[in-house]
C-alpha cells in the first residue's frame, strides 16, 4: 500500500477531506523521524514501537577491490510490532493460506 492510498482509504472511513489527512500523516510522520534522529523511540499501542539501534562497527568485504573495509558504527530505525499485531498478522496469513 502506498501513502497515496493509505490518505484516501482513510479519508474515505473517517469521512473527512483528503487534504487533511495527508497535512495530519505528513505532521505524524516528521514528528516520528524527528524523534527517532535525536535518539527517542516512538511507542504506537496495539502496533508497535520505532526506535534508533546502533549497529555495531563491522568488517566488511569490498567486492570490487578484494579488500577488507571498515563498516563504522551507525545507528539504523528499528520497527518493533506488539505482540497482538504480530497475532493479527498471523491469523491473516493463516487464514488466507486456507482459502487456497
Same mark, same amino acid.
Given at each position: ?22 497535512? =495530519?500523516?505528513? #505532521? ?6 524527528? !524523534?527517532?534522529? $535525536?535518539? %527517542?523511540?516512538?511507542?504506537?499501542? +496495539? ?22 573495509? =571498515?563498516?563504522p #558504527? ?6 518493533? !510490532?506488539?505482540? $497482538?499485531? %504480530?497475532?493479527?498478522?498471523?491469523? +491473516? ?5 486456507n482459502?487456497?
Amino acid at each position: 500500500m502506498t501513502k497515496k492510498e493509505l490518505v484516501f482509504l482513510t479519508a474515505e472511513r473517517a469521512s473527512v477531506d483528503k487534504e487533511l489527512v495527508e497535512k =495530519v500523516l505528513n #505532521a505524524i510522520l516528521n514528528e516520528t523521524k524527528k !524523534a527517532i534522529t $535525536s535518539g %527517542k523511540s516512538v511507542f504506537i499501542r +496495539g502496533f508497535g514501537t520505532l526506535e534508533p539501534v546502533i549497529r555495531k562497527e563491522k568488517t566488511g568485504q569490498d567486492i570490487r577491490r578484494g579488500n577488507s573495509v =571498515v563498516i563504522p #558504527a551507525h545507528a539504523v530505525p528499528r520497527f518493533r !510490532a506488539c505482540p $497482538s499485531f %504480530k497475532d493479527e498478522v498471523k491469523e +491473516g496469513a493463516t487464514i488466507r493460506a486456507n482459502e487456497f
